[in-house]
């Protein structure tokens, strides 16, 4: 790798970078770090996205490595990364070899564009594709002009093969000159034969997971249905999406409607035993393999026989083909109609049969079918079963035992997963691959894993119920311990999930997601209390930690509501069903559905008095607390917080202390108390810190950067901001990473640094979307606007703080509809609008004070007394400056105080000059003279107005150093204008800012 050829670590390739690209173009700057180097390299997929570099970013990457480059492969390497580079553009660096010929880097052009594969999930092949050569080119042709198709044939006749040979066809199509993929955003292969047939609204439900899961996507959304998530993220994509095993969710078809109806460049390719019977379905009937007529001469040609051929050599190198051979084997071929599974079977016992005796085999389990089932059972499904039949009777007893045993799994499965729960050995299952009844799969992400052909699987559960028969409680006991294999596998994985191995054991419970639902089903069908407890708290970490809030939701508040209704009541099953209740809640949270979420959680904790269950209890207070905090009761949620960490440090329950002290600060920050905020910040740091939390520990740290903002200590916020990137990119947790953008944003802007400050904020906007938090959004989109109005593009910023208003308020978060109208307030007073400033101030002063938010009180009366002065009300703006400053005193602490006083102070002093009254603004400013220093520069609310309004008092006063003043104030309007590189954003900040404008003017005046 170029990189570590250089020696450089990722960080100092991000910082490399960054340097080069601070001197070029600004429109061309990006924010660029460790992490998103790691993804270029490793041309990370996520959520159906391929990561790579501008343009312009690839130029630098060639300027830096072109010691270890050439023409030829600088070339190449920029058409791996989808881009033609003409011979001018790399002339700076090397010299072509060969000159290309006029007209010739169109052709370069289109193949660099084909070169561009696409994100894809397609499992690796591990045997050849054989014949079906012309279904394959119908199929490339038919899903690249139709946007559904139906593979339709029945089992074994080679569905999935062909429909994974179409995908990667269309891969190595980017190969060629001439290939043009429409499928851009990736070809992605979703097994369904694990989702179980339910009512039709969880079936479509069980399908989005199915769907989701392929992608990564999350379901955190609080108005929007699973469906309408993945719509949502679909309907931009051009991509091909493989339904495999569909024919046991043919209820499902609407589903698979709704997506091609929402999403109008996805193309949808699906398996299955019968059509999904809609019009704008394209079938394609699958047969057999052709089958030579008796005495064809050249039956070696037929594709029948050279599957048998090939599979037959791969047991027997020396397994030789002669006329009389292949007179048997078309015999055979015909006999089973030409089904590859079949052939591959019979294959498979060459060993041990010849052909004929194969021949004799199957001719007799036909007829005991014949005999002893109905009549009109297919002839083709007859034939299958009779090979089946064979195959299971050549099979040792332990191997049969162990196939019928293995019928208990849903898709694919490890190795130790089948030793554990079958109890039998290794060497069955090696059998059972030898005879081709159990496959063995290699994943996209390297795993190899066990898979069982779904209509094997249903010929050999009747075995197991046969099996039952001759021996009762076996099949129950099989189901028992692959419940408590998968169950408790999601039991031992709760640690891991928040620890740094966070990412490695989410994907190790994705893997096997179909087989824990299925687990987690049978053990709530059987009301099994002990397997279900185990498993609770893996599940709720594991849809944590993925973001699948909606999944987590559904499935706790079902197994709730099945044992309240049908268990028989006990002290255990009690504390089992608030349990999940609990978790429940967790997720209402999480989704802004606080009033559900307050409403289960005073269920609980009402049962919890009356049994007396304490560490429940301090659980519950948690949540409630938690839910009516987030709706701004900051004071009763208090009190329930506190409970809680005292109940749950005498309980030694970690986490649940942890969570209550985090959501604790919550309420001490709009209640003013921010030292004590701090302390319970720092003793929840310790605890997550204590059980090797990392994510917890990310939680807090942003929290910390939060108030160390909010005390002006930017410093200090930046310092703990990206301590939590740091955690983010060692989890490999990119959703989060980009959520932090806005706080590194704010920190930035605070520090005078507003390029770079707009540079996280432009990131964090245009990625709003990818985090899938609503409130995290809203909160973007808020804090880009306060950005914006500094930078002089107010109507932006109004449209900004609109929008966010319109997402905050359903979410009610209280404090969150304060800031953004307050935002808005302050865009609306810059553009003029001074009645709608005023009423945005008031608005907020009123929702403030039934909140008990106190701490923003101050603010809003200052914002208040701005409208009113534009307004030439200049008594009554006065009047609310001296409000503001009593506000801010009896609610605050130095650090908060400080700023406002100065900020409100030179107000003041501004209306006094309006009114004439420069005596008065002078004794005012006298109080904020000695605050005016380099240190306190960064803490102010707008330094650039409070310097101009100091140096007006000065001037209009006759003090000598009133200069001075101007001259700080226009060094520090420069200072931040170069920071922005951007021109016209510098041009908007230097000529659209009121205050801005008059600096430059008095400066001007007073050097010339």
Known sequence: MLRRQAGLSQEQLARALDQRARVGPPEEYRVVDGTLISRWERACVRAGRRWRPTRHYLLLLIDLFATQLTYESAQSWAGQAGYALAAKELERWFTPSVQAPPGRMALVAEKSHAHRTPAHNLPASLSSFVGRRSELALLVDLVTHTRLVTIVGEGGVGKTHLALAVGHTLLEMQTSLSGHLPFVDGIWFAPLAGVEMTDSATLVNQLVYAVASVFSLPFQQM???????????????????????????????????????????????????????????????????????????????????????????????????????????????????????????????????????????????????????????????????????????????????????????????????????????????????????????????????????????????????????????????????????????????????????????????????????????????????????????????????????????????????????????????????????????????????????????????????????????????????????????????????????????????????????????????????????????????RLYQRTGNRLGESFVLRSLGYVAHFQNEDEKALHCWEQAVSIYQELGDQPRLLSIYQHLGDAYAALGDLGRAYRYYDAAYTSREEVHDPRHAAHTADGFARLLIRLGRCVQARQLSQQALAELRPLGDRVGVIEALCTLGTAELQMGNTAAALACHQEALELSRVSGAPIYEGSILFGIGCALAAMGRCDEALDLYRQALNSRHTHSQQSLSIPLSIAVKSEMAAVYLSQGRNVDAWTLIQDVLPSLNPSTFAKLRDPLRVYFICYQVLQANHVADAGCYLTDAYTHLQAQAHTLENEPLRASFRQNVAVNQWIERAYQQQTD
């Not at 024919?247 to 390719?269: K, M, Q, R, T, W």
Request: charged fraction near 20%; proline fraction near 3%.
């Open 223 to 685: 108005n929007s249905t699973p469906l309408a998530v993945l719509i949502d993220f679909l309907r931009s994509k051009r991509l091909l999406l493989i339904l495999d095993n569909f024919e046991h969710l043919l209820g499902g078809a609407p589903f698979v409607l709704d997506l091609l109806a929402n999403a109008p460049s996805v193309s949808i390719l699906v398996t299955s035993r019968a059509p999904l019977d809609c019009q704008a379905e394209q079938l394609l009937v699958l047969q057999g393999l052709p089958v030579p007529a008796d005495g064809e001469v050249d039956a070696l040609d037929f594709a029948s026989i050279q599957l048998f051929v090939e599979r037959a050599r791969q047991q027997d190198p020396y397994f030789a083909v002669d006329r009389q051979t292949l007179r048997e084997i078309s015999e055979l071929a015909a006999l089973v109609h030409g089904n590859p599974l079949a052939m591959e079977l019979a294959a498979r016992w060459i060993r041990h049969l010849s052909i004929a005796e194969l021949t004799t085999a199957f001719r007799h389990e036909d007829g005991i079918l014949l005999s002893t089932r109905q009549q009109d059972v297919p002839l083709r499904h007859r034939s299958m079963g009779a090979v089946f039949e064979t195959s299971w009777r050549l099979l040792s007893l332990e191997a049969q035992q162990a196939l019928a045993k293995l019928t208990v799994f849903r898709g694919a499965f490890s190795r130790q997963a089948a030793l554990t729960v079958t109890q039998d050995s290794v060497d069955q299952l090696q059998e059972l691959v030898n005879h081709s009844l159990l496959h063995i799969a290699q994943e996209s992400a390297g795993r190899k894993r066990y898979v069982l052909h779904e209509l094997l699987r249903q010929y050999a559960a009747l075995k197991l119920a046969a099996f039952n028969e001759m021996q009762p409680g076996v099949q129950v006991e099989i189901r028992r311990r692959h419940s408590n294999y998968y169950l408790g596998l999601a039991a031992k994985h709760v640690d891991a999930l928040y620890s740094r191995n966070m990412n490695l054991a989410a994907d190790e419970m994705q893997a096997e997601i179909d087989n824990i639902r299925a687990a987690w089903e049978w053990a709530l069908q059987e009301r099994s209390i002990s397997m279900l407890t185990q498993a609770i708290a893996g599940l709720q970490a594991f849809y944590h930690v993925r973001s699948l809030y909606q999944e987590g939701e559904a499935v706790f508040a079902r197994a709730a509501t099945v044992l309240a209704t049908t268990a028989p009541p006990s002290s255990a099953v009690v504390g089992v069903i608030l349990e999940l209740q609990l978790a429940r809640a967790f997720f209402l949270n999480l989704l802004h559905r606080y009033t559900d979420a307050a409403e289960v959680t005073q269920q609980v904790l009402t049962t919890c008095t009356e049994q007396n269950f304490t560490a429940l209890t301090a659980a519950a207070q948690v949540e409630w607390g938690v839910a009516i905090s987030l709706q701004g009761v900051h004071n009763v949620a208090l009190q329930q917080l506190e409970r809680a960490a005292q109940s749950a440090h005498q309980l030694d329950l970690p986490q649940v202390e942890a969570r209550a002290l985090h959501a604790m600060f919550r309420c001490l920050v709009p209640m003013g108390e921010i030292e004590r905020a701090n302390s319970v910040l720092e003793r929840t740091l």
